[in-house]
Structures are given as structure tokens and as C-alpha cells.
T-cell receptor
Framework: GEDVEQSLFLSVREGDSSVINCTYTDSSSTYLYWYKQEPGAGLQLLTYIFSNMDMKQDQRLTVLLNKKDKHLSLRIADTQTGDSAIYFCAESKESSYKLIFGSGTRLLVRP | DGGITQSPKYLFRKEGQNVTLSCEQNLNHDAMYWYRQDPGQGLRLIYYSQIVNDFQKGDIAEGYSVSREKKESFPLTVTSAQKNPTAFYLC??????????FGPGTRLTVT
């Protein structure tokens, strides 16, 4: 079956690292994505990882994938107040255009 | 400036009326999608189209209709048959890659 789960809320202090976690059930997922949504706005693609990779780094963002446990995480280094948003994890298969989204993690960055 | 535009940003309708949401892209993308987002939830796929003059139902197509007469445009009609139409509607598109890019969304309120 297809299911993507995320914790609902995370609060961190400005300057600390944030780690947002996601679990998925479909072992045939090909790509896993992280999107950011600010209030009242659309989704912004932050990064993605191909399923045969363990890690991907892009400036302050690090994505870790544990395929055995079907666990994906997004680490944001030196978190800023502008990082406060909802973060969505999503998965897709190469044979399908369909994205399956988690319900989102609301990140609050305290000054 | 390339991108996806959705209009209007806010839309208000009376119950029983059909309403059409606009989605236009100038990215030359083949595939386009409509998602619905409810508070505290992830995105759910309504309809998608991989090519002009062709579209498929997503997970929650009941009460909605679409057309794809031009590559750039994928309008969504919310019909009076949709039982709970109040939501945030997001349009997305995909080009030759696998990444989906999103428009800014339309918030529909039906009273």
C-alpha cells in the first residue's frame, strides 16, 4: 500500500539544526521529495533523492534515506526564522507521475 | 519569467454553483495536475493530464471535471456535485524530468 507519515510539529531555536522525519511504506518508490509550503502559498520543491542513494547534500539541506527502514529525513543546518513553514515529504514511482504526500510537518523557528 | 499561474487567488461561491479554476504554465511542460489541500492534511490528487486532449482521474475526482485543449492550460471545474468544495487547490506541472512544480494556489470558499 501507499502511505507516507510525518510528525505534525517541530520547534527549534534559531541557529540550531532541524531534523524532519518521514516514513513511507512503498518499497518500490523511486524518488523521494521534500517540499516547503509557506502560509497561503504553493509548494516549493526543496530537494529530492533517488532511491538508490543514501544521502544528498545541498547547501544547508541534507537528505538521508534508509531504504531498509523506509525512513527519510531532512536536516536543515543553521535554521533561520525564514525556514518556518510546513514541510512535506512525498514519494513517487518511475512508472507513475503520481506523488503521494505526507500530511506535513510544521516547523517553528524561535528567535 | 517562466512559471505556473493560478487565478484568482481567492474565490467565493454560493452552494449549488459550478466554478472554474484557472491554471496556466509557460514552461512547455507536458504533464499537469490538480491537487486539493485541506487544513492539516497533505495533498490529494484530483485529476492529471500527461498530454493535450487526454486526462485521467486521480484519487478524489468525484464532483470535479477538467479539460486539456491546450498544452499551457488545465482548468478545473468544481461542480455542484462536489460535497465539500471549500479547500485550497493547487496546480502543478512536470516537464521531461520527474520533478513537479507547483503554482501559488487558489483558495475556494463555498457558502
Amino acid at each position: 500500500g501507499e502511505d507516507v507519515e510525518q510528525s505534525l510539529f517541530l520547534s527549534v531555536r534559531e541557529g540550531d539544526s532541524s531534523v524532519i522525519n518521514c516514513t513511507y511504506t512503498d518499497s518500490s518508490s523511486t524518488y523521494l521529495y521534500w517540499y516547503k509550503q509557506e502560509p497561503g502559498a504553493g509548494l516549493q520543491l526543496l530537494t529530492y533523492i533517488f532511491s538508490n542513494m543514501d544521502m544528498k547534500q545541498d547547501q544547508r539541506l541534507t537528505v538521508l534515506l534508509n531504504k531498509k527502514d523506509k525512513h527519510l529525513s531532512l536536516r536543515i543546518a543553521d535554521t533561520q526564522t525564514g525556514d518556518s513553514a510546513i514541510y512535506f515529504c512525498a514519494e513517487s514511482k518511475e512508472s507513475s507521475y503520481k506523488l503521494i504526500f505526507g500530511s506535513g510537518t510544521r516547523l517553528l523557528v524561535r528567535p | 519569467d517562466g512559471g505556473i499561474t493560478q487565478s484568482p487567488k481567492y474565490l467565493f461561491r454560493k452552494e449549488g454553483q459550478n466554478v472554474t479554476l484557472s491554471c496556466e504554465q509557460n514552461l512547455n511542460h507536458d504533464a499537469m495536475y490538480w491537487y486539493r489541500q485541506d487544513p492539516g492534511q497533505g495533498l490529494r490528487l484530483i485529476y492529471y493530464s500527461q498530454i493535450v486532449n487526454d486526462f485521467q482521474k486521480g484519487d478524489i475526482a468525484e464532483g470535479y471535471s477538467v479539460s486539456r485543449e491546450k498544452k499551457e492550460s488545465f482548468p478545473l471545474t468544481v461542480t455542484s456535485a462536489q460535497k465539500n468544495p471549500t479547500a485550497f487547490y493547487l496546480c502543478a506541472s512536470t516537464g521531461s524530468g520527474h520533478e513537479q512544480y507547483f503554482g501559488p494556489g487558489t483558495r475556494l470558499t463555498v457558502t
